[in-house]
């Protein structure tokens, strides 16, 4: 069971929908039947915007899951004030103490890769700030485990699971599909999955996987997701696209010649820095592409954690689990950093850059070629099947 309701209503499977009330949208009309438009949705008496929890004494990059969870509870009493004031904003202006101004309204956010690591910190942070999440994850079992850690929301609002295998373009169109209602923007995406196998590994459209799950996938999801992401903009002045890419970025150029890794020998490292250097690429040509509209895209470096991947990138052995101890942190220190990206203010200075954990930062060189920056596009386009189309 999970803690955001409803088992079935919670996750969205490409394949495993049956009764109308289990799809995103149609959730929207269950809750609408409810009466719970002006409070889930925000639309009527909150222009958009729902009062979201009060923070209390929760959250903090070393508070765990449970203590935000206790906290997120203690604060009802505050919410159901803060949205009382929010609704009827009249009478505030003749008390004599000014009241505490509510809190910022609930953003809807999605998150790839959110079953584990610094993707899971991030949505554990984001939904105890109140937020609600889509987890996109490529496996069910593990995205409900995922789920149920996640702290509820107020009334009708529920978090929801949306199976997404980055490594295969049809999926991706699934869990986007299942995701677009015009009626649900979004505020901000979290492009965060990634794979680093060993071996040379095709995805199921035939790309090399690393390349088809970090970027390719993630490129896919971002074009269809726009829509949304920009109603979320007109809705409240900005929306996110944050991509988690990496320090490791920084090396050789894109290899426009031999993207999937054909001809070169497969080396592993090599092959995620190209990915990792895909996506500050993606995120530069992607911020001229939406500039003005109010869709703000930054690439990250998020920090080092001890996490699956790491582990995978350093070795298991006693030398990787050394260097792991010394510079990997706990991923939930991770998650107050995303989290302050994602659904923190926004700033377009901001829009279409390279940050290292919260500060702005130069990327490689390879990184701020702009004609890499607009092959990668195109190339990009033309891999997904989007070819022809820019925006
Ligand atoms: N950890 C670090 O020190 C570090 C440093 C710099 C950048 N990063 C970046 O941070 C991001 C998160 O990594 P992490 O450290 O949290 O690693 P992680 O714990 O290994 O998490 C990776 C996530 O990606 C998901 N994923 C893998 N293949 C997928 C696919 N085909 N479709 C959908 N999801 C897929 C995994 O899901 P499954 O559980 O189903 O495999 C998992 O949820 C990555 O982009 C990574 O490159 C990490």
Redesign the pocket.
Known sequence: MNAGGDEDDAVLAAGRIGAAGERWGAATGVARAQGANALDFGRGLHGGSVPRPSRGSMTGAAASPELRRRGHSATIGADAHAALFVAFPGPASSLSTPPTPPDPPMQTIAI??????????TAQTLAADGHRILL????ER??RRALATLPPLHGEARHHLVL?????LE?VREAARRILDPDRPLDALV??????PRQRTL?RDGFE?QL???HL?HFLLTHILLPLLRRGAARAGKSRIVT?????HAGPPFDFDDPHCERRRYRRTQV?QQ??LA?VLFTAALARRVAGEGVEPVAL?????????????LGRGAAGGAVRTF??TD?DR?GPILAALAAGRRDEALAGKYLDKSVVTKPSRAARDRDAQERLWAWSLEAVGLGGRDG
């Open positions: 790839t890769g959110a079953n584990r690591g610094i993707g899971l910190a996109l994850c490529r496996d593990r995205g997404c295998d980055l490594a295969s999926s492009n965060n999955a990634a794979a680093l995805s996987l088809a799950v970090t996938g988690v890419s990496s320090a490791a995620y990915s990792k996506n470096h998020p920090g080092v954690y001890d996490t699956e991947i790491l582990r995978d990138y510079v990997g991923p991770a």
